[in-house]
């Protein structure tokens, strides 16, 4: 069946096609917000994360540099305060006092020293004062221009440094300058702005390092404290700060020193570079001395701990390969759903549709059964019926059915025509029609408790056809009962105006008998013997009107008489025909007729009626024949369809013109080529209504060789399949 496109099931299959993909889509919009969402947290937590160790961290540094600074500057003032005691300050006093300093660890340190004050004009005494004091090889040297000088005098390397050469004047260098001038000026430690240190500046300049000085004013703790000197701790920046913060940052902050000088410049103190990259940048000031310093940290947060981590771009990725697969699933998923409930829709739809076809069928064969005038009736392999319409119950009489067909005899009350003889079962249609034989006009008697005057049925059987899907058969049958009256009294009526009006044809025939028997004594004369010819052309013409009688007669009967069938012995009927046409031969005959006859079967049909048709064609094959020359007629039968033979007579006579061999079995048709032969051209008229009415066809050729060959089919009898009997085995007769 071609599949029909439900709407319904079109609607959803157009659908079906978007909702995969729009599931699909939705899911991956969902998922990729989603994951872009997490990462954007993921993201905003470690920035906050990283501002959080990055104000730690840098707290830290702070904290340490301002310690670190807290405590040179302490020191410092610790050992200011020591040289201050003795008033006759020397080396011994400079060493036990600056003793400390070289286990207190102080970064970037590279030496302390005792400087003291000089105006240019007392450098000679204070070399002898100094030298007598414990400076044995001191040499100052005075900075050329300066308005005072600031020899250091003596002088302790720190932290693995060199001591500065003892007599050098600081007042070389500004910075230091100023540092010491406001130490003596406040009496408290300052700092220097940063500066080369005075020793360095022979360095060559990727060596130098910017440097400072904490500056300690020595006093005389008496009640009016005297100035005496100071004690300077230089300090190289670089390796102060890189000392301090690669202690406190770990190695993870970068840093930058700034000292705000006097004159408000900032300016770096040192640079401690830990990365390149730098995304987190702080500033802290810090109290050093009498300055203010700030401390600039930057970090790369990638190094922060805790601080990034690859989660966000593992998320990111899983994220997105998620969604797409996700979304790959749905599409598949949606898709698979969408095209089953699609199938299932057009399969139900067709369902629906074949369902709705079957129900119209079956109420169309129920409404043309139920209509049906015929009876029908249907049964399985094993004679079970199937089916009996309304027609079929009225006319038997009997409504429930009897499965087993040995009792549908005595259920349904089934006798022959002759109304007494049970119908043996064999021959019943249905039976039949199970062994496979189709069966036409079988005629019985139905008579039980509902029908007891019994009617008379005419039944067809039939093995079911294969799109039933079952082996089986059908009966079809109807009443006959009432039309069998009607051809009996036709019969009746037929015979008696046959033998009204043959009776006079015979009293003419009588009466000219009688005439010429009594004209045969009168004299010969010429009246007398006209008087004979004229007597026999009646008595001619008065047979030829009783044999036209015989033949409408047939005609008529032949249409409307009841067939009375019976199995019929077909050859020794031709032989019985052929004995009637050949008659009494007389000497002086010519040739007689060649007759060949093959095996033939038995028959089931009327044998009064067959024997017409048979009769008819061997007459004519024995009539159409040049004048003088034998005829020549054989009588064979050949295969048919199963259940039916198929007789053939054939001659070799004047044969009949392909012009007229459509119209011959027509009423009263002669072929040209009949003129001077007798008929009425109803011959073959007869033989079609005969042939037609036992189901067989008729026909006419060409006998090959010359002639013409006839042929028509008859059922074969119930059981006798046999093609000939061995009495009625091939005969031929001259
Ligand atoms: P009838 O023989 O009385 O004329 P039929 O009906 O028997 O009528 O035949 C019709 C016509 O068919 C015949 O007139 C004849 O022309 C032709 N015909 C029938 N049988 C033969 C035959 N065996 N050979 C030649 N012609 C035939």
């Not at 100094?130 to 003596?154: C, D, K, M, V």
């Not at 009962?481 to 015979?495: I, K, M, N, P, W």
Request: charged content about 20%; glycine content about 10%; aromatic content about 6%.
């Amino acid at each position: 069946m071609k599949r029909r496109d439900d709407p319904a099931a079109a609607v959803v299959r157009r659908r079906g096609r978007f909702v995969g993909p729009l599931l699909a889509a939705n899911v991956m919009v969902i998922g990729l917000t989603v994951t872009l969402l997490v990462v954007g947290s993921l993201r905003s937590a470690q920035q906050a994360n990283a501002d959080r160790v990055m104000d730690q961290r840098t707290a830290v540094a702070r904290a340490a540099v301002s310690a670190e600074t807290g405590r040179y500057r302490t020191l410092l003032q610790a050992v200011a305060a020591g040289a201050g005691t003795n008033t006759r300050f020397d080396g011994t006093d400079f060493r036990a006092v600056t003793a400390p300093l070289d286990t207190a660890d102080l970064l970037g340190a590279i030496s302390v020293a005792y400087v003291v004050a000089t105006p240019p004009d007392g450098i000679a005494g204070a070399q002898a004062t100094w030298r007598a004091r414990g400076s044995t090889g001191l040499n100052l040297r005075p900075h050329s221009g300066a308005p005072e000088h600031y020899f250091s005098i003596f002088s302790r390397a720190l932290h693995g440094g060199t001591p500065s050469p003892s007599g050098l004047d600081v007042a070389a260098s500004s910075e230091a300058t100023a540092a010491l001038i406001e130490a003596r000026r406040t009496g408290q430690a300052t700092v220097s702005d940063t500066y080369i240190l005075l020793r360095d500046r022979g360095l060559p300049p990727r060596q130098q390092q910017l440097s400072f000085v904490f500056v300690a004013p020595v006093f005389t703790p008496a009640t009016t404290p005297v100035f005496q000197g100071w004690m300077v701790l230089g300090l190289r920046g670089q390796d102060f700060l890189g000392g301090v913060l690669s202690t406190a940052s770990q190695n993870q902050l970068d840093g930058e020193l700034l000292a705000t000088n006097g004159d408000g410049r900032r300016v770096r103190v040192a640079a401690y570079t830990a990365h390149d990259r730098r995304d987190l940048v702080r500033e802290a000031t810090f109290p050093v001395a009498d300055r203010q310093w700030t401390l600039v940290t930057g970090a790369d947060s990638a190094y922060l701990p805790g601080a990034r981590s690859n989660l966000p771009a593992i998320v990111l990725l899983g994220g997105i390969a998620l969604t797409l697969m996700l979304g790959a699933l749905v599409h598949v998923l949606a898709n698979g759903r969408s095209k089953a409930r699609w199938q299932v829709q057009v399969a139900t739809a067709e369902l629906r549709t074949a369902e709705a076809e079957s129900r119209r069928q079956a109420g169309l064969l129920g409404a043309i059964m139920a209509g049906l005038g015929d009876g029908v009736g249907v049964v399985d392999a094993n004679g079970e019926f199937l089916l009996h319409n309304p027609a079929a119950k009225a006319l038997l009489g009997v409504d429930d059915d009897v499965g087993n067909p040995a009792e549908w005899q005595e259920h349904y009350g089934l006798f022959r025509p002759d109304g007494r003889t049970p119908f043996p079962l064999d021959e019943m249609p249905l039976v039949r029609a199970l062994r496979g034989e189709s069966s036409d006009g079988v005629e019985m008697i139905v008579r039980n408790a509902e029908r007891p005057d019994g009617i008379l049925i005419s039944v067809d059987g039939r093995p079911l056809d294969e799109s039933a899907g079952q082996p089986g058969a059908v009966a079809v049958f109807h009443d006959i009962t009432e039309l069998r009256r009607y051809e009996t009294d036709l019969s009746v009526f037929a015979g008696v105006v046959a033998h009204d009006l043959k009776a006079p044809l015979a009293v003419v025939r009588g009466h000219c008998e009688t005439a010429a028997d009594e004209l045969a004594e009168a004299p010969d004369s010429a009246e007398v013997a006209g008087a004979v010819r004229a007597l026999e052309r009646i008595t001619l013409a008065a047979d030829r009107m009783a044999g036209q009688i015989d033949t409408l007669l047939a005609y008529t009967t032949s249409k409307d008489a009841p067939l009375r069938r019976e199995t019929v012995a077909l050859g020794p009927l031709v032989d019985d025909v052929i004995l009637g046409r050949s008659g009494p031969r007389r000497p002086g005959d010519g040739p007689g007729p060649d007759f060949y006859v093959g095996p033939l079967p038995d028959v089931y049909a009327d044998p009064a009626m067959l024997r017409h048709v048979l009769d008819n064609l061997i007459g004519n094959a024995l009539k159409y024949v040049p004048k003088g020359k034998p005829a020549r007629v054989d009588v064979t039968v050949a295969q048919a369809a199963p259940g039916w033979c198929r007789v053939e007579i054939a001659d070799r006579g004047i044969g009949i013109p392909d012009d007229d061999k459509p119209d011959i079995f027509e009423s009263f048709h002669r072929a040209r080529t009949a003129a001077g032969y007798a008929g009425t051209g109803l011959g073959l008229a007869i033989c079609r209504r005969i042939v037609e009415r036992h189901g067989g066809q008729i026909g006419v050729a060409d006998n090959p060789g010359g002639g013409t060959r006839f042929h028509f089919t008859m059922p074969l009898a119930a059981g006798a399949l046999r093609i000939a009997s061995p009495a009625t085995a091939a005969v031929a007769r001259t």
